[in-house]
């Protein structure tokens, strides 16, 4: 009981950021705190480190918001769906297989909310705090927290870890680093952001399937079980394949929908269709060069990663119901449409660049080492998104 009492009081504690916020940095009247550049405007709010809204330009040089989110921004922390949308989960990221690891011999157990497996470092992973604001421009923000040991059960040792978010002509910038003073523990981050680029104004569908992805350096990929748990396994997408998004430009996300296997491509027994896996980003031939282009042919935006990561998690919604509400800014003018008004099934897509999911576990990747944070030591993410015309 006692050992309970004192995990319930670490919680309380994690609860409250330990970074000091910036002295007179205020949101706006609708609790959000906006950057714009030409071309470009987001909006976050302290929970999660979360972007609510991004507004980019359409073929007609209309105004549309392209991520998931919702109008109330006192709901984020009420959802009992928790999506994270557009959030940071941390301080590991993804999965952890069976919630165990092993540092220096050492095996440390952590929180099952994943079946028989850890998702995001728990129900306390940093996707449930309210970080601080200790800097706000017009064109860029920070965020910081200061994560106690074992806050999420298992994770040992302070950490502290920033995010900067910025903005320049067309592009939103995030930056993260974090530092473990005390011990060495697992530290993962991604931006885990859902995009429509159609902003849910199509007439005819609400899907994705007919935006396209091209992953030129990514025609690798890790083996997953039911559980969307890398089994070690490294595969190669033959050219056409469900899996293949690096053999040609222009490759609608649906292009494998006929396909035997792809009801249940993501696993879950044959429920999960579509995506939810880890493409291997390799050989790409500059630190600058474009890792991912997302784009739709109805909105006519185009949207391209770079970053400094080694791969990349595509989910395709999968598991939305249809229970949360549209944003205001995405809903379609005018009635008697059949589109749904609702976040339905395969109707966003996440693209979360990091590293190897459970590469703690997988010593056969070579990712340990950069995975592991200790004393002394500084964990560096960087990405960018431009968004363009197709």
Not at 85 to 99: L, S
Not at 108 to 113: C, D, K, V
Request: charged share 20%; proline share 6%.
């Amino acid at each position: 009981m006692k050992s309970i009492i004192t995990f319930l009081a670490l919680l309380m504690e994690a609860a409250t950021v330990l970074g000091a916020p910036g002295k007179g940095i205020k949101p706006g009247p609708d609790g959000k705190y906006t950057i714009a550049a030409p071309g470009i405007k987001a909006q976050f709010i302290p929970y999660g480190a979360t972007l609510t809204n991004l507004f980019v330009k359409d073929k007609n040089g209309k105004d549309i918001d392209v991520v998931l989110g919702y109008d109330d921004v006192d709901y984020y922390p009420k959802d009992p769906g928790h999506p994270v949308y557009n959030a940071i989960p941390g301080r590991y990221a993804n999965r952890i297989g069976k919630g165990k690891y092993t540092i220096d011999g050492e095996e440390y157990h952590t929180e099952l909310n994943d079946g028989n497996n850890t998702l995001h470092s728990g129900t306390n992973n940093w996707s449930y705090r309210f970080w601080n604001v200790t800097e706000h421009t017009p064109t860029s923000i920070t965020f910081a927290i200061s994560d106690a040991s074992n806050s999420s059960l298992g994770m040992l040792g302070r950490v502290d870890s920033t995010v900067t978010y910025s903005v320049s002509k067309n592009t939103w910038h995030i930056k993260m680093n974090a530092v473990s003073p005390e011990r060495k523990t697992p530290v993962l981050l991604t931006q885990h952001t859902y995009f429509n680029l159609d902003a849910y104004k199509n007439p005819v569908t609400d899907k994705i399937w007919d935006h396209t992805l091209y992953m030129p350096y990514s025609a690798r990929y890790l083996e997953a079980d039911q559980g969307a748990l890398p089994t070690g396994k490294i595969l190669t997408a033959a050219p056409g394949s469900i899996n293949d998004f690096a053999s040609a430009a222009g490759l609608a996300l649906g292009h494998a929908r006929d396909q035997p296997g792809f009801a249940g491509n993501c696993g879950s027994n044959g429920a999960c269709e579509g995506y939810n896996g880890y493409w291997l980003i390799e050989d790409k031939p500059s630190r600058d060069a474009v890792v991912v282009s997302l784009a739709s042919p109805f909105s006519g935006v185009k949207a391209d990663l770079r970053t400094d990561q080694p791969g990349v998690v595509l989910y395709s919604c999968n598991w939305m119901d249809g229970s949360a509400q549209l944003k205001s800014t995405q809903k379609l003018a005018g009635n008697g449409t059949t589109v749904p008004r609702t976040v339905g099934r395969s109707s966003c897509v996440a693209m979360e660049a990091q590293d190897y999911p459970d590469g703690i576990n997988h010593p056969e990747w070579g990712r340990v080492n950069k995975q592991i944070l200790g004393p002394g030591q500084k964990y560096d993410w960087e990405s960018s998104w431009t968004f363009g015309l197709v």
